[in-house]
C-alpha cells in the first residue's frame, strides 16, 4: 500500500535525478514482490533490492533540493520506516501477496475488467462437463474433516447487511431492480457519507457496486481476529510447512463484482501470514447469483466455475466469501477446485456471516434426525425423488428445510428441486421402513 501511494506520489516530479533514483528502485522492488516462478528473485536479491530502495528514500528524504511537499516528505518518511515489512514472493506458488490487494484499495476493483468480458461458458470444465447442482454434486458434506464441519464466520447476515435500516435497503433494491445503476450507486454514496448509515451505505457500494475501499470500511468493521486464530487452528501444522492461501469466491451482484469475498480474503491472509489467490469466478450462463433469493430457487441452480488451477496443492487453502446462507456457492467451489486440483489441500470455509440456517458443512444427527421426522422420507425415497444422496447436503440446507420447508414426502422432495411425488407402492414402502427405523430407535 505504501509502495503504491509513493510512486504515484513521486510521479508529478519525475525528471528530479534523486525522484528518479527512487522510482527505479522502488519499480524494481514492486516488480519483484509480483514475480512468479522462475522469475521470482531469492531472499537474497529480494534483500538487497530493499536495502537499495531504503537507502535511496533515505537520500530522498534528506535532501531539501528534492522540492517535495511536506505531504510527500510525510509519505517518504513512512515508507522508510515502513518497508522492512516487505515480504519476498514465494518462488513455487502463483498466489498474489495479500497486501497486493491495498495496491487497488484508491483505484478501480482489480477484476473490475472482468465484467464486460464474456465467458465461454464451462471454457474450463466443458470437458469433463462439471457443473454443479444438488443433482450433479459428487461429493458429501456428511463426509468432510472436522476442520471443514463448520464454516467460519463472526459475526450475522443482519447486521452485516444492516437490515434494521429498512427504508433505506428497499429504496436502494428499487434502483437496482430498475437497473438504474448510477442513481443505485449515488444513493449508497450518499448513506456511506452520514451517520448513522455508514455502514449500510459501505456494504451495499461493496456488495453491489464493487467498490473496494467501501469493502475495505466493512471488513474492517466486521471481521473477527478470533475466527482468523480459530482458522490458524484448523490449518495446524500445514500452515508451517507452506503458507497459507486465501481464495475468494467474487460473483456479480449488481453491475460490478462483490468486493467483499477478496477484500475479506486479503484481510485473513494478512492475519495468518499467507497470500491471496486470483479467486474463482462463476461462468457466464450458470446459476444468478443467491443474494435474495428463495432456497428453493437456490438449490435448483446450476453453476460452473473457473479458477484453482494454479493453486499449488501443498498449501492450504480457504475458500472465502463475504456470507454463509446455505452453504451452496462455497460447496460447489470446493467441487470445483477438487476436480481441477485434486491434490489441493482445502482447509476452511470462511466468510464474515452466516445467515438464520446456521454454520454447519457437516450436517449434524439431529438436523438428520429432524429432516426424516418432517419430511417422511428414507434415504432410498430421499434419492428416487431429488436425484441423489441425503448425504449431498449440507447442514444448513437441510436447517433450511426444517425451518421453512413444507412437511411430508411431497413437499421435502419439491424443496429440493426433486419430483413432486413418487410411485405410490414406493411411498407405502417408505413409510413401513421408517416405522421400523422409529420402533427399532
Known amino acids: 500500500h505504501h509502495l503504491y501511494k509513493i510512486t504515484r506520489a513521486l510521479s508529478k516530479y519525475v525528471g528530479n535525478a534523486r525522484v528518479d533514483e527512487v522510482m527505479k528502485n522502488l519499480k524494481d522492488l514492486e516488480e519483484a514482490i509480483y514475480a512468479r516462478g522462475a522469475a521470482a528473485p531469492d531472499a537474497a536479491s529480494f534483500a538487497s533490492m530493499k536495502s537499495a530502495a531504503s537507502s535511496a528514500l533515505t537520500r530522498l528524504h534528506g535532501d531539501i533540493n528534492a522540492a517535495l511537499s511536506s505531504e510527500d516528505i510525510s ?3 513512512s ?12 518462488v513455487d506458488s502463483y498466489a498474489m501477496p495479500a497486501l497486493s490487494l491495498m495496491k487497488n484499495m484508491s483505484t478501480p476493483f482489480p477484476f473490475e475488467n472482468r465484467i464486460s468480458v464474456p465467458y465461454t461458458a464451462g471454457k474450463v470444465n466443458t470437458e469433463n462437463n462439471i457443473r454443479y447442482s444438488i443433482q450433479s454434486r459428487r461429493l458429501e458434506p456428511l463426509g468432510v474433516p472436522d476442520g471443514l464441519a463448520e464454516v467460519s464466520a463472526g459475526t450475522s447476515v443482519a447486521a452485516l447487511s444492516q437490515t434494521k435500516f429498512k427504508p433505506e435497503r428497499a429504496r436502494h433494491k428499487e434502483l437496482r431492480d430498475a437497473e438504474d445503476w448510477p442513481a443505485a450507486e449515488a444513493y449508497a454514496r450518499a448513506l456511506a457519507g452520514a451517520e448513522p448509515t455508514r455502514l449500510l451505505g459501505s456494504y451495499l457500494l461493496a456488495k453491489y457496486h464493487g467498490d473496494v475501499v467501501a469493502a475495505k470500511t466493512v471488513v474492517e468493521r466486521w471481521a473477527k481476529p478470533e475466527e482468523a486464530e480459530r482458522i490458524r487452528e484448523r490449518v495446524g501444522d500445514a500452515g508451517l510447512l507452506k503458507p497459507v492461501i486465501a481464495a475468494p469466491c467474487p ?17 485473513l491472509a494478512i492475519k495468518l501470514g499467507g497470500s491471496m489467490s486470483r479467486g474463482f469466478f462463476k461462468l457466464d450462463g450458470s446459476g444468478a447469483a443467491n443474494t435474495g433469493a428463495a432456497m428453493s430457487d437456490r438449490v435448483s441452480r446450476d453453476y460452473a ?33 477438487k476436480a481441477v486440483n485434486p491434490d489441493a489441500h482445502v482447509a476452511a470455509f470462511a466468510t464474515l456471516a452466516s445467515g438464520r440456517y446456521g454454520k454447519n458443512v457437516r450436517p449434524t444427527p439431529k438436523q438428520l434426525t429432524s429432516f426424516w421426522e418432517k419430511s417422511n422420507l428414507t434415504t432410498v425415497s430421499f434419492k428416487e425423488r431429488v436425484g441423489n444422496d441425503i448425504e449431498k447436503l449440507t447442514g444448513s440446507e437441510i436447517q433450511a428445510y426444517i425451518l421453512t420447508g413444507g412437511r411430508g414426502p411431497d413437499a421435502a422432495a419439491a424443496f429440493f428441486g426433486g ?20 420402533r427399532a430407535a
Not at 79 to 90: K, N, T, V, W
Request: proline share 6%.
Open 75 to 77: 509519505l517518504v518518511k
Open 79 to 90: 515508507l522508510s520506516a515502513d518497508l522492512h515489512l516487505a515480504m519476498p514472493p514465494s
Open 251 to 267: 460473483q456479480i451482484e449488481g453491475n460490478r463484482y462483490n468486493a467483499l469475498p477478496q477484500a475479506y480474503a486479503a484481510w
Open 305 to 337: 466455475f473457473e479458477g484453482g488451477e494454479d493453486i499449488d496443492g501443498a498449501s492450504p487453502v480457504i475458500l472465502v466469501d463475504d456470507v454463509w446462507t446455505s452453504g451452496q456457492t462455497l460447496w460447489t467451489v470446493y467441487e470445483h477446485i
Open 419 to 438: 419430483s413432486p411425488r413418487a410411485d405410490r407402492g414406493t411411498d407405502a414402502e417408505d413409510g413401513e421402513a421408517l416405522g421400523r427405523a422409529r
